[in-house]
């Protein structure tokens, strides 16, 4: 009888026991990574510096809001020399736009720990609504949220002049990111 009454608190503390509100970015296990084509051939990249903020409630996504900020001059882009090119006013001007800001506005859940994110991202100047496929993968002390989406670099001016021609550089841009977070 005793093992009957323990089994049933346990398993109506268990909901309580993962109401884990989620705020604290773990930066170090992090990352935001892009990949494109330049002349028919892949090109990785990533981005070493950002800021974000979270909150994300398993049990109240449509509470959740995110904010992340991207340092433009942290690209890794594969090269020296592409990083530097990426600075100039063709490319993101970083002397006048130094951030990509990324800013949710709606999450829905979509079922087995899938959501959809909505919000505005802001690029060298022009912002454009997007929508982020997120996958939320709880863990004991930390869950991870990681998704994928394409950016059309024409529609934020990267890559303008000579650099426009998306036989050089294509204009999708698959853009990955894992962020990894605590709850409190």
Known sequence: MNRTILALLVALAAPAAHAVEYRTVVPAQSTIGFEFRQMGVP?????????????????RPEAASARIEIDLASIDAGSPEADDESAGKL?????VYPKAIFVSRQVR?????RYEMRGMLT??????????????APGKNSASFEGAFVL???DFGIGEGMWADVDTVANEIQVRFRIAATGN
Do not use: H, I
């Open 123 to 136: 690029l060298k100047g022009r912002s454009r609504e997007m929508v982020v496929p997120v996958r939320y």
């Open 43 to 59: 090109v990785k990249g990533g981005f070493k510096r950002f800021a974000t903020q979270m909150v994300f409630d398993p049990a």
């Open 91 to 95: 490319w993101f001007n970083r002397s």
């Open 152 to 154: 059309k670099r024409l």
């Open 109 to 113: 859940a979509l079922g087995s720990y």
